[in-house]
Protein backbone atom coordinates (compact mmCIF):
# COMPACT_ATOMS: atom_id res chain seq x y z
CA UNK A 1 0.00 0.00 0.00
CA UNK A 2 1.13 3.49 -0.82
CA UNK A 3 2.73 5.08 2.83
CA UNK A 4 4.45 8.28 3.35
CA UNK A 5 6.56 9.93 6.27
CA UNK A 6 6.56 13.27 7.25
CA UNK A 7 8.22 15.56 9.65
CA UNK A 8 7.01 18.32 12.03
CA UNK A 9 8.89 20.67 14.08
CA UNK A 10 8.78 21.56 17.39
CA UNK A 11 7.11 25.12 18.00
CA UNK A 12 7.68 27.61 21.10
CA UNK A 13 4.86 29.46 21.33
CA UNK A 14 3.98 33.09 23.31
CA UNK A 15 7.24 33.66 23.19
CA UNK A 16 7.02 36.30 25.62
CA UNK A 17 4.95 39.29 24.48
CA UNK A 18 2.23 36.81 22.89
CA UNK A 19 0.14 34.97 24.76
CA UNK A 20 -1.78 32.52 22.93
CA UNK A 21 -1.12 33.96 19.61
CA UNK A 22 2.20 33.95 18.57
CA UNK A 23 4.59 31.77 17.98
CA UNK A 24 7.69 29.75 15.70
CA UNK A 25 8.80 26.65 14.26
CA UNK A 26 12.44 25.06 15.61
CA UNK A 27 14.11 22.89 12.95
CA UNK A 28 16.25 20.16 14.85
CA UNK A 29 13.17 18.68 16.76
CA UNK A 30 10.40 17.17 16.09
CA UNK A 31 7.87 14.38 15.52
CA UNK A 32 7.97 12.00 12.66
CA UNK A 33 4.86 10.11 11.63
CA UNK A 34 4.41 6.81 8.56
CA UNK A 35 1.01 7.13 7.38
CA UNK A 36 0.14 4.12 5.45
CA UNK A 37 -2.95 3.93 3.17
CA UNK A 38 -5.28 0.53 4.35
CA UNK A 39 -8.36 -1.13 3.40
CA UNK A 40 -10.06 -0.53 6.61
CA UNK A 41 -11.79 2.15 6.39
CA UNK A 42 -10.34 3.84 9.73
CA UNK A 43 -7.73 4.85 11.32
CA UNK A 44 -5.35 2.64 13.30
CA UNK A 45 -2.78 3.22 15.26
CA UNK A 46 0.17 0.37 14.74
CA UNK A 47 3.26 1.92 17.02
CA UNK A 48 4.62 4.17 19.16
CA UNK A 49 8.02 4.87 19.28
CA UNK A 50 9.41 7.12 21.65
CA UNK A 51 12.64 8.72 20.92
CA UNK A 52 12.54 11.54 23.65
CA UNK A 53 15.00 9.85 26.01
CA UNK A 54 11.82 10.48 28.74
CA UNK A 55 9.22 8.06 29.88
CA UNK A 56 6.12 10.66 29.26
CA UNK A 57 5.75 9.34 25.79
CA UNK A 58 3.81 6.05 27.27
CA UNK A 59 1.24 7.91 28.40
CA UNK A 60 -0.21 8.58 24.90
CA UNK A 61 -3.40 7.10 24.12
CA UNK A 62 -3.73 3.92 21.26
CA UNK A 63 -6.96 4.94 21.26
CA UNK A 64 -7.31 6.65 17.92
CA UNK A 65 -10.25 8.78 18.98
CA UNK A 66 -8.10 9.93 21.81
CA UNK A 67 -4.71 10.32 20.32
CA UNK A 68 -3.78 13.59 19.23
CA UNK A 69 -2.09 12.44 15.91
CA UNK A 70 -5.28 10.65 14.90
CA UNK A 71 -8.33 12.78 15.84
CA UNK A 72 -7.21 15.20 13.09
CA UNK A 73 -7.54 12.47 10.60
CA UNK A 74 -10.14 10.70 11.61
CA UNK A 75 -12.04 14.24 10.83
CA UNK A 76 -10.68 14.81 7.53
CA UNK A 77 -11.75 11.18 6.41
CA UNK A 78 -15.17 11.85 7.46
CA UNK A 79 -15.48 15.24 5.66
CA UNK A 80 -13.92 13.93 2.75
CA UNK A 81 -16.03 10.80 2.89
CA UNK A 82 -12.70 8.60 2.17
CA UNK A 83 -13.24 5.03 1.44
CA UNK A 84 -10.14 4.03 2.45
CA UNK A 85 -8.67 4.32 6.01
CA UNK A 86 -4.94 5.29 7.56
CA UNK A 87 -2.63 3.38 9.41
CA UNK A 88 -0.52 5.20 11.62
CA UNK A 89 3.20 5.13 12.89
CA UNK A 90 3.92 7.54 15.43
CA UNK A 91 7.76 8.79 16.29
CA UNK A 92 8.08 10.93 19.25
CA UNK A 93 10.90 13.35 19.24
CA UNK A 94 9.38 15.75 21.37
CA UNK A 95 8.42 14.65 25.27
CA UNK A 96 5.15 15.34 26.56
CA UNK A 97 4.68 18.63 28.59
CA UNK A 98 8.04 19.79 27.54
CA UNK A 99 6.26 23.36 26.03
CA UNK A 100 8.25 21.86 22.99
CA UNK A 101 4.83 21.74 20.75
CA UNK A 102 4.73 18.08 20.89
CA UNK A 103 0.95 17.19 20.42
CA UNK A 104 0.88 20.19 17.83
CA UNK A 105 3.50 18.02 15.81
CA UNK A 106 2.20 14.27 16.49
CA UNK A 107 -1.36 16.10 14.62
CA UNK A 108 0.52 18.40 11.74
CA UNK A 109 3.12 15.67 11.48
CA UNK A 110 0.11 13.28 10.76
CA UNK A 111 -1.94 15.36 8.50
CA UNK A 112 0.34 16.22 6.25
CA UNK A 113 1.62 13.00 5.72
CA UNK A 114 -1.83 11.34 5.68
CA UNK A 115 -3.16 14.03 3.24
CA UNK A 116 -0.22 13.65 0.82
CA UNK A 117 -1.86 10.14 0.30
CA UNK A 118 -5.42 11.79 -0.90
CA UNK A 119 -6.13 11.74 -4.79
CA UNK A 120 -6.59 14.99 -4.14
CA UNK A 121 -4.25 16.17 -1.43
CA UNK A 122 -5.37 19.53 0.26
CA UNK A 123 -3.65 22.68 0.31
CA UNK A 124 -1.14 22.97 4.08
CA UNK A 125 -3.67 25.98 4.47
CA UNK A 126 -6.86 23.61 3.98
CA UNK A 127 -5.12 21.36 6.83
CA UNK A 128 -4.77 23.78 9.23
CA UNK A 129 -8.27 23.38 10.46
CA UNK A 130 -8.01 19.81 11.17
CA UNK A 131 -4.77 20.36 13.05
CA UNK A 132 -6.46 22.32 15.11
CA UNK A 133 -9.46 20.00 15.96
CA UNK A 134 -6.18 17.62 16.59
CA UNK A 135 -5.00 19.58 19.06
CA UNK A 136 -7.93 20.13 20.79
CA UNK A 137 -8.33 16.62 21.39
CA UNK A 138 -4.92 17.00 23.30
CA UNK A 139 -5.36 19.40 25.56
CA UNK A 140 -8.73 20.31 26.02
CA UNK A 141 -8.12 23.87 23.91
CA UNK A 142 -7.49 25.13 20.88
CA UNK A 143 -3.48 26.09 20.59
CA UNK A 144 -3.19 27.86 16.74
CA UNK A 145 0.12 29.46 18.30
CA UNK A 146 2.09 26.45 18.33
CA UNK A 147 -0.18 24.51 15.51
CA UNK A 148 0.83 27.49 12.48
CA UNK A 149 3.78 27.77 12.98
CA UNK A 150 4.47 23.80 13.18
CA UNK A 151 2.25 23.54 9.82
CA UNK A 152 3.72 26.55 7.71
CA UNK A 153 6.96 27.56 9.48
CA UNK A 154 8.41 30.67 10.60
CA UNK A 155 7.19 33.19 13.10
CA UNK A 156 3.65 33.68 13.40
CA UNK A 157 0.68 35.40 14.83
CA UNK A 158 -2.75 34.23 14.85
CA UNK A 159 -5.34 36.47 14.91
CA UNK A 160 -8.48 34.49 15.72
CA UNK A 161 -9.17 30.83 15.87
CA UNK A 162 -12.85 30.92 15.06
CA UNK A 163 -11.61 32.37 11.43
CA UNK A 164 -8.31 30.38 10.95
CA UNK A 165 -6.77 33.50 10.23
CA UNK A 166 -2.90 33.84 11.09
CA UNK A 167 -0.52 36.60 9.70
CA UNK A 168 3.47 35.33 8.90
CA UNK A 169 5.97 38.04 10.62
CA UNK A 170 9.33 38.35 9.24
CA UNK A 171 12.79 38.03 11.46
CA UNK A 172 16.41 38.78 11.31
CA UNK A 173 17.97 36.37 10.00
CA UNK A 174 20.61 35.57 12.35
CA UNK A 175 18.30 34.64 14.87
CA UNK A 176 19.19 31.62 16.54
CA UNK A 177 16.84 29.75 19.51
CA UNK A 178 18.17 27.99 22.35
CA UNK A 179 15.56 25.74 23.79
CA UNK A 180 16.18 24.52 27.11
CA UNK A 181 14.26 21.11 28.33
CA UNK A 182 14.49 20.49 31.64
CA UNK A 183 13.45 16.61 32.91
CA UNK A 184 10.26 17.68 34.15
CA UNK A 185 6.63 17.35 32.88
CA UNK A 186 4.14 20.58 33.09
CA UNK A 187 0.63 19.40 32.44
CA UNK A 188 -0.57 21.94 29.44
CA UNK A 189 -3.69 22.33 31.21
CA UNK A 190 -2.69 22.83 34.67
CA UNK A 191 -0.05 25.43 33.48
CA UNK A 192 -2.97 26.93 32.22
CA UNK A 193 -5.43 27.03 35.40
CA UNK A 194 -2.72 28.42 37.58
CA UNK A 195 -3.51 31.66 35.14
CA UNK A 196 -5.44 34.50 36.99
CA UNK A 197 -8.12 35.58 34.78
CA UNK A 198 -7.78 38.47 35.09
CA UNK A 199 -4.78 40.75 34.38
CA UNK A 200 -4.25 44.76 35.06
CA UNK A 201 -5.06 47.42 32.48
CA UNK A 202 -1.67 48.75 33.54
CA UNK A 203 0.02 45.33 32.53
CA UNK A 204 -1.97 45.09 29.77
CA UNK A 205 -0.98 48.06 28.25
CA UNK A 206 2.47 47.15 29.07
CA UNK A 207 2.32 43.83 27.47
CA UNK A 208 0.60 45.26 24.61
CA UNK A 209 3.58 48.01 23.79
CA UNK A 210 6.10 44.82 24.01
CA UNK A 211 4.29 43.19 21.71
CA UNK A 212 3.95 45.75 19.66
CA UNK A 213 7.58 47.10 19.78
CA UNK A 214 8.41 43.44 19.14
CA UNK A 215 6.27 43.13 16.04
CA UNK A 216 7.84 46.05 14.34
CA UNK A 217 11.58 45.05 15.74
CA UNK A 218 10.69 41.94 13.56
CA UNK A 219 9.34 44.63 10.79
CA UNK A 220 12.25 46.08 10.85
CA UNK A 221 15.24 43.76 11.84
CA UNK A 222 15.81 45.66 14.63
CA UNK A 223 17.32 43.83 16.98
CA UNK A 224 17.59 46.28 20.11
CA UNK A 225 14.11 47.11 19.83
CA UNK A 226 13.49 43.27 19.94
CA UNK A 227 15.51 43.52 23.13
CA UNK A 228 14.17 46.07 24.79
CA UNK A 229 10.40 44.48 24.18
CA UNK A 230 11.38 40.87 24.86
CA UNK A 231 9.13 40.68 28.26
CA UNK A 232 6.49 39.25 29.77
CA UNK A 233 4.66 41.01 32.91
CA UNK A 234 1.65 38.44 32.64
CA UNK A 235 2.03 35.17 32.22
CA UNK A 236 6.09 34.43 32.73
CA UNK A 237 5.89 35.62 36.62
CA UNK A 238 2.61 32.87 37.13
CA UNK A 239 4.13 29.94 35.30
CA UNK A 240 8.08 30.62 36.74
CA UNK A 241 7.12 28.68 40.13
CA UNK A 242 6.20 25.29 38.02
CA UNK A 243 9.87 25.39 37.02
CA UNK A 244 12.40 24.90 39.01
CA UNK A 245 15.50 27.58 38.96
CA UNK A 246 13.58 29.04 36.07
CA UNK A 247 14.67 33.00 37.55
CA UNK A 248 18.59 32.06 37.07
CA UNK A 249 18.11 30.06 33.97
CA UNK A 250 16.99 33.31 32.12
CA UNK A 251 19.11 35.49 34.32
CA UNK A 252 21.74 33.31 32.91
CA UNK A 253 20.83 33.57 29.11
CA UNK A 254 20.36 37.65 29.92
CA UNK A 255 24.10 37.77 31.02
CA UNK A 256 25.42 35.44 28.44
CA UNK A 257 24.26 38.17 25.86
CA UNK A 258 20.99 36.39 25.03
CA UNK A 259 18.46 38.92 23.36
CA UNK A 260 15.84 37.64 25.53
CA UNK A 261 14.74 34.56 27.34
CA UNK A 262 11.10 33.54 28.99
CA UNK A 263 9.53 30.24 29.18
CA UNK A 264 8.73 28.33 25.58
CA UNK A 265 4.95 27.81 25.75
CA UNK A 266 3.07 26.39 28.94
CA UNK A 267 6.98 25.12 30.27
CA UNK A 268 8.71 23.83 31.86
CA UNK A 269 11.26 24.09 28.60
CA UNK A 270 13.00 27.48 28.45
CA UNK A 271 13.99 29.52 25.34
CA UNK A 272 15.98 32.59 24.43
CA UNK A 273 16.89 34.16 21.24
CA UNK A 274 20.85 35.08 20.66
CA UNK A 275 22.80 36.55 17.39
CA UNK A 276 25.50 34.10 16.95
CA UNK A 277 26.36 30.39 17.37
CA UNK A 278 28.97 31.80 19.61
CA UNK A 279 26.42 32.79 21.49
CA UNK A 280 24.34 30.22 21.26
CA UNK A 281 26.83 28.14 22.52
CA UNK A 282 27.94 30.05 25.76
CA UNK A 283 23.68 30.87 26.75
CA UNK A 284 23.05 26.85 26.06
CA UNK A 285 25.85 25.81 28.77
CA UNK A 286 25.01 28.81 31.03
CA UNK A 287 21.43 27.20 31.23
CA UNK A 288 21.71 24.17 31.83
CA UNK A 289 24.58 25.12 34.32
CA UNK A 290 21.52 27.10 36.05
CA UNK A 291 19.49 24.46 35.93
CA UNK A 292 22.05 22.24 37.65
CA UNK A 293 22.72 24.56 39.94
CA UNK A 294 19.53 26.13 41.13
CA UNK A 295 16.96 23.39 39.73
CA UNK A 296 18.79 20.33 40.40
CA UNK A 297 17.99 19.25 37.15
CA UNK A 298 19.19 17.72 33.96
CA UNK A 299 18.36 19.12 31.10
CA UNK A 300 18.18 18.61 27.33
CA UNK A 301 19.32 21.21 24.85
CA UNK A 302 18.64 22.35 21.33
CA UNK A 303 20.40 25.08 19.26
CA UNK A 304 18.40 26.40 16.25
CA UNK A 305 17.44 28.81 13.60
CA UNK A 306 13.78 29.80 12.65
CA UNK A 307 12.40 26.94 10.78
CA UNK A 308 11.29 28.41 7.85
CA UNK A 309 9.18 25.32 5.90
CA UNK A 310 7.48 24.00 8.55
CA UNK A 311 5.88 20.30 8.40
CA UNK A 312 7.64 18.50 5.36
CA UNK A 313 7.34 15.17 3.85
CA UNK A 314 10.46 13.42 4.36
CA UNK A 315 9.83 9.86 2.77
CA UNK B 1 12.02 91.12 21.05
CA UNK B 2 12.69 87.68 19.28
CA UNK B 3 9.08 85.75 18.31
CA UNK B 4 8.02 83.12 17.06
CA UNK B 5 4.90 80.94 16.10
CA UNK B 6 4.33 77.08 15.89
CA UNK B 7 1.53 74.66 14.99
CA UNK B 8 1.16 71.68 16.82
CA UNK B 9 -1.79 69.42 15.47
CA UNK B 10 -4.53 67.71 16.62
CA UNK B 11 -4.23 64.02 17.43
CA UNK B 12 -5.51 60.79 17.41
CA UNK B 13 -4.74 58.52 20.72
CA UNK B 14 -5.72 54.37 21.17
CA UNK B 15 -6.53 54.23 18.04
CA UNK B 16 -9.03 51.08 18.70
CA UNK B 17 -6.08 48.73 19.45
CA UNK B 18 -3.50 50.80 21.34
CA UNK B 19 -5.20 51.99 24.59
CA UNK B 20 -1.99 54.26 25.71
CA UNK B 21 0.38 53.53 23.61
CA UNK B 22 -1.04 54.16 19.62
CA UNK B 23 -1.52 57.81 18.15
CA UNK B 24 -1.21 59.83 15.19
CA UNK B 25 -1.27 62.94 13.63
CA UNK B 26 -4.20 65.09 11.32
CA UNK B 27 -3.35 67.86 9.41
CA UNK B 28 -6.41 70.10 9.50
CA UNK B 29 -6.60 70.81 13.29
CA UNK B 30 -4.21 72.18 15.70
CA UNK B 31 -3.42 74.47 18.19
CA UNK B 32 -1.12 77.76 17.39
CA UNK B 33 1.09 79.05 20.19
CA UNK B 34 3.41 82.54 19.54
CA UNK B 35 6.30 82.73 21.54
CA UNK B 36 7.92 86.36 22.20
CA UNK B 37 11.54 86.37 24.51
CA UNK B 38 10.79 88.86 27.14
CA UNK B 39 13.69 90.30 29.67
CA UNK B 40 11.32 89.08 32.34
CA UNK B 41 12.65 85.67 34.12
CA UNK B 42 9.74 83.86 33.93
CA UNK B 43 7.08 82.40 31.85
CA UNK B 44 3.99 84.61 31.23
CA UNK B 45 0.65 84.25 29.61
CA UNK B 46 -0.06 87.40 27.71
CA UNK B 47 -3.13 86.14 25.85
CA UNK B 48 -5.33 82.68 25.24
CA UNK B 49 -7.92 83.18 22.10
CA UNK B 50 -10.60 80.90 21.49
CA UNK B 51 -11.22 79.68 17.63
CA UNK B 52 -12.80 76.34 18.30
CA UNK B 53 -16.29 77.69 18.30
CA UNK B 54 -17.08 76.09 21.82
CA UNK B 55 -16.80 78.20 25.25
CA UNK B 56 -14.93 75.23 26.96
CA UNK B 57 -11.88 77.38 26.57
CA UNK B 58 -12.68 79.85 28.88
CA UNK B 59 -12.03 77.20 31.59
CA UNK B 60 -7.92 77.49 30.79
CA UNK B 61 -6.22 78.45 33.73
CA UNK B 62 -4.47 81.84 32.91
CA UNK B 63 -1.99 81.14 35.73
CA UNK B 64 1.46 79.72 34.06
CA UNK B 65 2.40 76.98 36.54
CA UNK B 66 -1.02 75.30 35.72
CA UNK B 67 -1.40 75.97 32.03
CA UNK B 68 -0.18 73.16 29.91
CA UNK B 69 1.00 75.46 27.31
CA UNK B 70 3.53 77.10 29.40
CA UNK B 71 3.93 74.13 32.15
CA UNK B 72 6.77 72.43 29.99
CA UNK B 73 8.46 75.78 29.26
CA UNK B 74 8.86 76.71 32.69
CA UNK B 75 10.70 73.32 33.46
CA UNK B 76 13.49 74.32 29.91
CA UNK B 77 13.80 77.61 31.45
CA UNK B 78 15.05 76.40 34.74
CA UNK B 79 16.83 73.33 33.66
CA UNK B 80 18.35 75.58 30.74
CA UNK B 81 18.96 78.07 33.32
CA UNK B 82 18.08 80.81 31.03
CA UNK B 83 18.26 84.00 31.89
CA UNK B 84 15.28 85.63 29.69
CA UNK B 85 11.75 84.72 29.83
CA UNK B 86 8.99 83.64 27.72
CA UNK B 87 5.49 85.52 26.76
CA UNK B 88 3.07 82.97 25.60
CA UNK B 89 -0.05 83.94 23.38
CA UNK B 90 -1.91 80.82 22.56
CA UNK B 91 -4.56 80.61 19.72
CA UNK B 92 -6.81 77.09 20.58
CA UNK B 93 -7.82 75.90 17.53
CA UNK B 94 -8.55 72.23 19.48
CA UNK B 95 -11.36 72.08 22.10
CA UNK B 96 -10.82 71.11 25.53
CA UNK B 97 -12.31 67.34 26.24
CA UNK B 98 -12.90 66.83 22.38
CA UNK B 99 -10.68 63.31 23.09
CA UNK B 100 -8.13 65.22 20.05
CA UNK B 101 -5.09 65.65 21.82
CA UNK B 102 -5.79 69.58 22.58
CA UNK B 103 -3.57 69.94 25.75
CA UNK B 104 -0.88 67.96 24.05
CA UNK B 105 -1.18 70.86 21.08
CA UNK B 106 -0.83 73.18 23.79
CA UNK B 107 2.07 71.96 25.66
CA UNK B 108 4.12 70.80 22.08
CA UNK B 109 3.43 74.07 20.43
CA UNK B 110 4.76 76.26 22.75
CA UNK B 111 7.68 74.16 23.27
CA UNK B 112 8.57 74.06 19.36
CA UNK B 113 8.07 77.76 19.34
CA UNK B 114 10.01 78.62 22.98
CA UNK B 115 13.01 75.89 21.74
CA UNK B 116 13.67 77.80 18.36
CA UNK B 117 14.15 81.01 20.37
CA UNK B 118 17.03 79.59 21.95
CA UNK B 119 20.79 80.14 21.44
CA UNK B 120 21.07 77.13 20.91
CA UNK B 121 17.59 74.84 20.01
CA UNK B 122 17.02 71.45 21.28
CA UNK B 123 16.08 68.56 19.27
CA UNK B 124 12.53 67.47 19.08
CA UNK B 125 13.43 64.43 20.65
CA UNK B 126 15.06 66.32 23.82
CA UNK B 127 11.78 68.17 24.17
CA UNK B 128 9.71 65.09 24.53
CA UNK B 129 10.47 64.99 28.10
CA UNK B 130 9.26 68.62 28.81
CA UNK B 131 5.85 68.13 26.85
CA UNK B 132 5.49 65.32 28.65
CA UNK B 133 5.28 67.35 31.81
CA UNK B 134 3.41 69.85 30.34
CA UNK B 135 0.88 67.52 29.32
CA UNK B 136 0.94 65.74 32.81
CA UNK B 137 -0.03 69.21 34.36
CA UNK B 138 -2.90 69.18 32.09
CA UNK B 139 -4.32 65.97 33.22
CA UNK B 140 -3.01 64.43 36.17
CA UNK B 141 -1.46 61.70 33.77
CA UNK B 142 1.54 61.28 31.03
CA UNK B 143 -0.08 60.42 27.77
CA UNK B 144 2.66 60.24 25.13
CA UNK B 145 0.33 58.56 22.73
CA UNK B 146 -0.67 62.30 22.30
CA UNK B 147 2.64 63.97 22.52
CA UNK B 148 4.87 62.00 20.09
CA UNK B 149 2.32 62.63 17.21
CA UNK B 150 2.17 66.00 17.63
CA UNK B 151 5.63 66.62 18.54
CA UNK B 152 7.12 64.27 15.72
CA UNK B 153 3.99 63.73 13.61
CA UNK B 154 3.31 60.24 12.04
CA UNK B 155 1.71 57.42 13.84
CA UNK B 156 3.57 56.07 16.80
CA UNK B 157 3.82 53.42 19.09
CA UNK B 158 5.31 54.73 22.51
CA UNK B 159 7.01 51.73 24.68
CA UNK B 160 7.49 53.14 27.69
CA UNK B 161 7.18 56.22 29.08
CA UNK B 162 10.04 56.31 31.52
CA UNK B 163 12.10 56.12 28.55
CA UNK B 164 11.30 58.50 26.41
CA UNK B 165 11.25 55.47 23.84
CA UNK B 166 8.87 54.96 21.13
CA UNK B 167 8.76 53.61 17.53
CA UNK B 168 7.39 55.21 14.22
CA UNK B 169 5.03 53.21 12.52
CA UNK B 170 4.37 52.96 8.64
CA UNK B 171 0.77 53.35 7.40
CA UNK B 172 -1.38 52.86 3.85
CA UNK B 173 -0.58 56.49 2.24
CA UNK B 174 -4.08 56.12 0.78
CA UNK B 175 -5.47 56.46 4.22
CA UNK B 176 -7.45 59.20 5.44
CA UNK B 177 -9.04 60.50 8.63
CA UNK B 178 -12.61 61.24 9.12
CA UNK B 179 -13.04 63.02 12.80
CA UNK B 180 -16.06 64.41 14.31
CA UNK B 181 -16.62 66.16 17.35
CA UNK B 182 -20.33 66.14 19.21
CA UNK B 183 -20.31 69.48 20.60
CA UNK B 184 -20.03 67.99 24.33
CA UNK B 185 -17.19 67.74 26.49
CA UNK B 186 -15.79 65.07 27.65
CA UNK B 187 -13.54 64.84 31.37
CA UNK B 188 -9.73 63.20 30.37
CA UNK B 189 -9.99 62.46 34.01
CA UNK B 190 -13.25 60.98 34.23
CA UNK B 191 -13.02 59.35 31.00
CA UNK B 192 -10.09 57.36 32.84
CA UNK B 193 -11.55 56.70 36.41
CA UNK B 194 -15.03 54.51 34.80
CA UNK B 195 -12.14 52.29 33.60
CA UNK B 196 -11.91 48.88 35.29
CA UNK B 197 -8.26 48.44 36.45
CA UNK B 198 -8.82 44.69 35.50
CA UNK B 199 -9.60 42.72 31.78
CA UNK B 200 -10.29 39.37 31.21
CA UNK B 201 -7.39 37.71 30.31
CA UNK B 202 -9.09 36.48 27.18
CA UNK B 203 -10.01 40.13 26.04
CA UNK B 204 -6.50 40.83 26.69
CA UNK B 205 -5.22 38.06 24.30
CA UNK B 206 -8.09 39.01 21.78
CA UNK B 207 -7.05 42.75 21.77
CA UNK B 208 -3.37 42.23 21.71
CA UNK B 209 -4.10 39.89 18.61
CA UNK B 210 -6.03 43.15 16.94
CA UNK B 211 -3.06 45.19 17.92
CA UNK B 212 -0.81 42.78 16.26
CA UNK B 213 -2.56 42.36 13.01
CA UNK B 214 -2.84 46.06 12.94
CA UNK B 215 0.79 46.82 13.22
CA UNK B 216 1.42 43.75 10.91
CA UNK B 217 -0.94 45.02 8.56
CA UNK B 218 0.39 48.89 8.35
CA UNK B 219 4.02 47.69 7.96
CA UNK B 220 2.33 45.31 4.99
CA UNK B 221 0.16 47.80 3.74
CA UNK B 222 -2.58 45.24 4.20
CA UNK B 223 -5.69 46.92 4.37
CA UNK B 224 -8.08 44.31 5.02
CA UNK B 225 -5.88 42.76 7.62
CA UNK B 226 -5.59 46.31 9.03
CA UNK B 227 -9.77 46.37 8.74
CA UNK B 228 -9.89 42.72 10.67
CA UNK B 229 -7.35 43.99 13.68
CA UNK B 230 -9.32 47.46 13.43
CA UNK B 231 -11.64 45.99 17.11
CA UNK B 232 -11.39 47.89 20.25
CA UNK B 233 -12.85 44.87 23.23
CA UNK B 234 -11.45 46.57 26.25
CA UNK B 235 -11.74 50.80 26.13
CA UNK B 236 -14.48 51.66 23.73
CA UNK B 237 -17.13 49.40 25.57
CA UNK B 238 -16.82 50.91 28.61
CA UNK B 239 -16.34 54.85 26.93
CA UNK B 240 -19.22 54.37 24.67
CA UNK B 241 -21.94 55.61 26.94
CA UNK B 242 -20.17 58.81 27.89
CA UNK B 243 -21.23 59.32 23.93
CA UNK B 244 -24.28 59.92 23.06
CA UNK B 245 -25.42 57.84 20.11
CA UNK B 246 -21.98 56.44 19.43
CA UNK B 247 -23.09 53.04 18.40
CA UNK B 248 -25.04 54.11 15.47
CA UNK B 249 -22.40 57.06 14.64
CA UNK B 250 -19.72 53.87 14.69
CA UNK B 251 -22.19 51.59 12.49
CA UNK B 252 -22.74 54.59 9.75
CA UNK B 253 -19.22 54.93 9.44
CA UNK B 254 -18.43 51.21 8.74
CA UNK B 255 -21.77 50.80 6.51
CA UNK B 256 -20.46 53.81 4.40
CA UNK B 257 -16.77 51.66 3.67
CA UNK B 258 -14.84 53.15 6.81
CA UNK B 259 -11.62 50.95 7.40
CA UNK B 260 -12.02 51.03 10.81
CA UNK B 261 -14.00 53.30 13.65
CA UNK B 262 -13.51 54.09 17.17
CA UNK B 263 -13.90 56.62 19.91
CA UNK B 264 -10.82 59.15 19.62
CA UNK B 265 -8.87 59.36 22.85
CA UNK B 266 -11.02 59.44 25.51
CA UNK B 267 -13.69 61.13 23.63
CA UNK B 268 -16.13 62.43 22.32
CA UNK B 269 -14.70 62.57 19.21
CA UNK B 270 -15.03 59.62 17.18
CA UNK B 271 -12.66 58.74 14.48
CA UNK B 272 -13.02 56.69 11.02
CA UNK B 273 -10.38 55.64 8.78
CA UNK B 274 -11.02 55.29 5.07
CA UNK B 275 -8.91 55.23 1.49
CA UNK B 276 -10.63 57.64 -0.66
CA UNK B 277 -11.83 61.35 -0.22
CA UNK B 278 -14.85 60.16 -1.71
CA UNK B 279 -15.15 57.89 1.07
CA UNK B 280 -14.17 60.17 3.45
CA UNK B 281 -17.39 62.21 2.32
CA UNK B 282 -19.82 59.62 2.54
CA UNK B 283 -18.57 58.34 5.89
CA UNK B 284 -18.04 61.90 7.73
CA UNK B 285 -21.69 63.02 6.41
CA UNK B 286 -23.02 59.44 7.82
CA UNK B 287 -21.46 60.14 11.16
CA UNK B 288 -22.97 63.72 11.21
CA UNK B 289 -26.43 62.56 10.44
CA UNK B 290 -25.91 59.57 12.95
CA UNK B 291 -24.71 62.48 15.95
CA UNK B 292 -28.19 64.11 15.41
CA UNK B 293 -30.31 61.79 14.68
CA UNK B 294 -29.54 59.04 17.81
CA UNK B 295 -26.99 61.47 20.00
CA UNK B 296 -29.38 64.20 19.51
CA UNK B 297 -26.47 66.38 18.85
CA UNK B 298 -24.66 68.50 16.47
CA UNK B 299 -20.50 68.57 15.72
CA UNK B 300 -17.58 69.78 13.42
CA UNK B 301 -15.74 67.60 11.28
CA UNK B 302 -12.51 67.43 9.74
CA UNK B 303 -11.59 65.38 6.89
CA UNK B 304 -7.50 64.71 6.96
CA UNK B 305 -4.30 62.85 5.76
CA UNK B 306 -2.02 61.54 8.69
CA UNK B 307 0.00 64.14 9.03
CA UNK B 308 3.81 63.05 8.76
CA UNK B 309 5.77 66.21 9.89
CA UNK B 310 4.35 66.97 13.52
CA UNK B 311 4.82 70.21 14.91
CA UNK B 312 6.05 73.25 13.23
CA UNK B 313 7.42 77.13 13.30
CA UNK B 314 5.37 78.49 10.93
CA UNK B 315 6.30 82.33 11.52
Known sequence: MKSATAFAPATVANVAVGFDILGFALESAGDIVTVTRSDQPSVFIREIINETG?????????????????????????DLQLTFGFDVMLRK???????????????VAALVAGNSLLDSPLSK??????????????????????????????????????????????????????????????????????????VLLTDHVMQAANLGGFIAGC??????????????????????????????VKAAAIEQGAVGASVSGSGPSVF??????????QVRDAMLKAFRKHGSIEADSWISPINQQGAIIIK
Open 272 to 281: AWVTSPEAAT
Open 93 to 107: GIALGSGMGGSAAST
Open 219 to 248: FRNDIELIKQSFHDHIIEPQRASLIPGFAH
Open 125 to 198: KALFKYALIGEQAASGAVHPDNIAPCLFGGMILTLATEALRYVSLPFPQEILTVVVHPHLRVDTRKARTILKRE
Open 54 to 78: SDGVLDISREPAENTATVGLIKLRE
